[in-house]
């Protein structure tokens, strides 16, 4: 079934561990999207790519890098995890920026 | 910075009864879109209506929008214990050349068989 796939599915890890959350979608969509969502706060939008080779910072950047060499991938790397970042992942993808979103099941990543 | 605001935060009804979920937003948009998201699930994109529309239907649901007001409500007829979920509303905001979304804080719906 075509959609998005994400890995890991949970983690628990160590502060100041470094950690990769995968993301891959094989709709052959342009843009891609990382949320966290958070009790109380709703989805907000960490980085985003438009089209492969272009990344954008979204509401809460800081602490994130992405990358996106390729069309269906679009990994989010925490450098240095801090408790803070404890959260639900989601990676989602549209056909273009401006069309409806596909999402990922989330990544649940506690921060120790 | 959260646009969309939804109202009622949580709503429970009986099976067959009718469900209104409200958003209210505060910027221009271009669309305004309604999510749903099942307990551990990633979202469900559900209607997308644009700036220059005022109702629009897919099944059992029914969207409304008024710019003036800055508002939209999302209308579930009949519903069922399979709708319960958290029902999200999006906005694209007018202006500038990224095209993201701004999603609200949701609106739990527990229908009760």
């Known amino acids: 079934i075509a959609g998005i796939t994400q890995a890991p599915t949970s983690q628990i890890l160590a502060a100041g561990r470094r950690m990769t959350l995968r993301c891959t979608q094989d709709?052959?969509?342009?843009?891609m999207y990382w949320y966290r969502q958070d009790l109380g706060l709703g989805l907000r939008l960490i980085h985003y790519?438009?089209?492969?080779?272009?990344?954008g910072k979204g509401e809460v950047p800081d602490g994130y890098s992405v990358s996106r060499a390729n069309t269906d991938d679009f990994p989010l790397t925490l450098a240095s995890a801090v408790p803070s970042q404890t959260s639900v992942y989601f990676c989602?993808?549209?056909?273009?920026?401006?069309?409806?979103?596909?999402f990922g099941d989330g990544t649940r990543l506690s921060i120790l | 910075s959260q646009q969309g605001e939804e109202d009622p935060q949580a709503l429970s009804i009986q099976e067959g009864e009718n469900a209104t979920m409200n958003c209210s937003y505060k910027?221009?948009?271009?669309?305004l879109q309604w999510y749903r998201q099942n307990s551990g699930r990633g979202l469900v994109h559900l209607i997308l209506?644009?700036?220059?529309?005022r109702e629009k239907h897919s099944g059992r649901l029914r969207v409304t929008l008024d710019t003036s007001k800055k508002s939209s409500s999302l209308l579930i007829t009949a519903s069922r214990a399979a709708d319960t979920a958290s029902y999200f509303c999006?906005?694209?905001?007018?202006?500038?050349?990224?095209?993201?979304?701004?999603f609200g804080k949701g609106t739990l719906l527990t229908v009760n068989p």
């Open positions: 790519s438009n089209t492969a080779g272009t990344t």
């Open positions: 209506i644009r700036s220059n529309e």
């Open positions: 910027t221009s948009i271009n669309n």
């Open positions: 709709m052959r969509h342009n843009a």
């Open positions: 999006a906005t694209e905001n007018s202006g500038g050349s990224n095209y993201k979304l701004t």
């Open positions: 989602a993808s549209s056909s273009f920026s401006n069309q409806p979103q596909h």
